[in-house]
C-alpha cells in the first residue's frame, strides 16, 4: 500500500514538470507596412522634423502641439506652438535714418531676419505712432493699402544699401516696421519700430563781397583788369540740387558811354578776344551747355535780362546734404585806349534757385 501512493506522487511531480518547461510561441505584431516599407517601431510625441527631404519624395513635419499664441512686450516677442514653425523669420528693427537733412524723403534699409533671397517684405509706416498704419509702395511713396506687388524682396527693397521712402511731409517724424514671408500661409508679425524725423527745406546762399572796383585802366595794364572775383557759396538740403543765375542791370556805364558787355555767351564763352566787360565761372560741370566750356579761361558777356544766365549749380539727386559749396565768378574787363575816361559802374544780380 505504501508502495502505490509513493508511485502515484512520483508520477504528479512528474506531470508538474512537464507543465514548467512547456514552450508557447510568442505571437508576431506587425506594424504599419506597405508593400514596400514596415514600420517595426513607432509611438507618439513631441518628436518630428521639418524638412526631410531626397530625389523622390518630401516630409514637411511639425513638431510639437499645434497650438497657437504668442507672448510679447516691447523688448521680445516669443512665439508659442507649433503653427509658428511655418511662418518666415521676422525681421529685427529697420534702419530709419535722414542723411541728408531731408525734407520729404527718408532713407531706410531693411533687415532679411535670415530668411532664403525668395522671402517677400511689407513696411508699414505711421506719423502718429501707429494708430493709423500706411504703407512703403513699390514705387517708394506711401499708400493707405498693401497690395501684393508692394510685397518685395530685400535685394528690391535696395539690399544692404535700402532706398528712399519719398513724398513726405517736413517736419514730421515717421516710423517704421517690417514684416516677412515665404509662399502662403508663412507671414511673421510686425518687426520692432525705428524712427526718424524729416526737416524743414533750408537754403542759406551768400556772396564774398558786395562790391568789386577795377583797377585804373591805362597803357600800363594794357586796358585790362582780369584779377578781381566772386566767390558764390550755396548750402542747401533740396534733394535736386541748385542753380544760380546772374545778369546786369546795364553794360558798364559813364553818363552816356558804355563799355559793352563781352561777345561771347554763356553757352559758348570764347577765349577772350578784343573789348569788352566779361566773366568765366569756376563750375565745371555747369547746365546750359557743354560741360566745362568755361575752361581754358573762357569768358561770356553778361545779359541784362532777369533771371540770368546759369553760372553755377549742383545737379541732382544730392545724397548728402550740400553745406558751404563754393564757385568762383572771375571778371574781366577791356578797353582800348581811346575809352572816355570816368568811373564807369552797372549792378550784377545773383540769383540762386533749390530745385526741391
Known sequence: MFEKMDKKIYMIFVLLIAVFTLSIPRPVVAGPQSTTY???EYGFSGGGTTGVDSTSYSLFGLVGETEYGQLQSTNYSANTGLTFTIIAHVPAAPSFTNPSNNYDRLKFVIDNGGNP???????????????????????????ASLGSEDWQTYTNWGGASGEYVTGLTPGTTYKIKVKAKQGNFTE????????VATVQPSLTFGVSADSITFDNLY????????????VLTTSTNAYNGYTIYAHV???????????????????????????????????????????NRFS??????????????????HAGPVTTEISNEQFTISYRVTTQETQKAGTYNTTALYVVIPNY
Open 296 to 313: 581754358g579761361s573762357k569768358y561770356a558777356g553778361f545779359i541784362t535780362t532777369a533771371t540770368g544766365d546759369p553760372v553755377a549749380d
Open 249 to 291: 542791370t546795364q553794360a558798364l556805364t559813364f553818363g552816356a558811354t558804355t563799355i559793352p558787355n563781352y561777345a561771347g555767351t554763356n553757352a559758348s564763352p570764347t577765349t577772350w578776344s578784343g573789348y569788352g566787360f566779361g566773366y568765366n565761372t569756376s563750375d565745371t560741370d555747369l547746365t546750359g551747355g557743354t560741360a
Open 219 to 230: 597803357g600800363g595794364n594794357s586796358w585790362t583788369d582780369s584779377s578781381k572775383s566772386t
Open 38 to 40: 514596415e514600420l517595426k
Open 188 to 195: 511673421t508679425p510686425w518687426s520692432a519700430t525705428a524712427s
Open 117 to 143: 533671397t525668395d522671402a517677400k517684405f511689407a513696411i508699414g509706416i505711421s506719423s502718429d505712432d501707429f494708430v493709423t498704419t500706411r504703407y512703403i509702395q513699390d514705387d517708394n511713396t506711401v499708400g
